[in-house]
């Protein structure tokens, strides 16, 4: 079983940056890495993923131009680079890895991403 640890979230202001970490307890990982996000009383959305290649990136809609998605697969580690933040991005981030579109691992603890005014 692979065990996902998220990590680097944090208050900040709106129009800043924070970059976020998930390490994968193993060095085979199934899937494309991606992130997800839940803020209050939401559902878990998805936010961006990358390809396990590194070939191509996706993104939600709402987060495109401001959040990129990298990957170290060294490291075990993928990675979210959150720029131009705004409060509406407050949640829980999670990551994950995408099988045929849905995610595969069991979720993790999530880092918390505040964004005040």
């Known amino acids: 079983q692979v065990h996902l640890v998220e990590s680097g979230g944090g208050l900040v202001q709106a129009g800043g940056s924070l970059k976020l970490s998930c390490t994968a307890s193993?060095?085979?990982?199934?899937?494309?890495m991606a992130w997800y996000r839940q803020a209050p009383g939401k559902e878990r959305e998805f936010v961006a993923n990358?390809?396990?290649?590194?070939?191509?990136?996706n993104y939600a809609d709402s987060v495109k131009g401001r959040f990129t998605i990298s990957r170290d697969i060294r490291k075990n580690t993928w990675y979210l680079q959150m720029t131009s933040l705004k409060i509406e991005d407050t949640a829980v981030y999670y990551c994950?890895?995408?099988?045929?579109?849905?995610?595969?691992?069991?979720w993790g603890q999530g880092t918390q991403v505040t964004v005040s005014s």
């Open positions: 193993k060095s085979t990982i199934t899937g494309h």
């Open positions: 990358i390809a396990s290649n590194g070939a191509y990136t």
């Open positions: 994950n890895t995408l099988i045929s579109g849905r995610p595969y691992y069991n």
